[in-house]
């Protein structure tokens, strides 16, 4: 069975109905537990104090701003290679979940950084590619809603989410390539734990709890997406008949 | 957590924060669902009369 009749809208619709109950449960008791686990089920770290629970919030959102840019990423490029009006619905519907991510990104670690570092701003790599990655979601969303003609946005929006790509890398690896004042990723297969094992477990379920809620509101968006392109083919076909 | 933390405020910010974009982007999210549902269900009715 190929992946690609899921591109087929009614398709899509059909297994997305069937999913979208059971990710919102999943993600409501994941997120209630690790919540719960991360604010009243671990203790202060030794020097950050209270703080150190921003972590739990502010890491799932960083993996989500940058991987939601991924999402559109790839799934712009199939609209553009295979012209699947799907692909390029579900990147215009992720647009504003990866700006939301990135918003609370970056309002949490500038919240992080007052007390620890200082201050709450810095232009480093890490900060300022997140920061120009968020104006990237921005412009795409905005070019979707000043082109009238569905398949031009697309085409167009699509090219400046694939331009983009470079700053979602650079808000990954930027820590990699430069010295900055944000420390190394907090989770990183290649370089082993840099979290204490007694906040480990909750952060591991907060992550998978904003990933659950991510994949739900963005099978909602896409079904929104998918109901106005046909509204919109009604109107057109009333309005030639 | 809260009495006599001095940082209290900023998990509190940050959290606050947090639960405000997210609500926004549920709310905004269903809501939108319901009114595109809601318009296409309207149409399809219009074609079926």
Redesign the interface.
Known sequence: MSMWRYANPAEFMRLTERLLAPLWVAAGVVMGVGLAWA??GTPEDYKQ???V??LF??VP?AMLAINTYAVMAVASAIGIVRRHHVSFLVAKAAA??GA?FT??AL??GA??G??MWGTWWVWDARLTSVLVMFFFYLGYIALWETIDEPEKAADLSGVLCLVGVIFAFLSRYAVNFWSTLHQPASLSLAEGQRVDDVFRTPLYLMIVGFYL?FVA?LL??A??EI??R??RA??LH?AVA | MILGDPYAVYVTAAYGATAAILGWLLWSSLAASARARRELDEMERGRER
């Open positions: 604010l009243f104090g209270s703080t629970k921003i919030i502010h959102a504003p979940v939301a918003a609370i309002v949490t919240v992080w007052q007390p809620f509101i909602v968006r079904r929104t109901r106005l046909r509204v009604l109107r009333g």
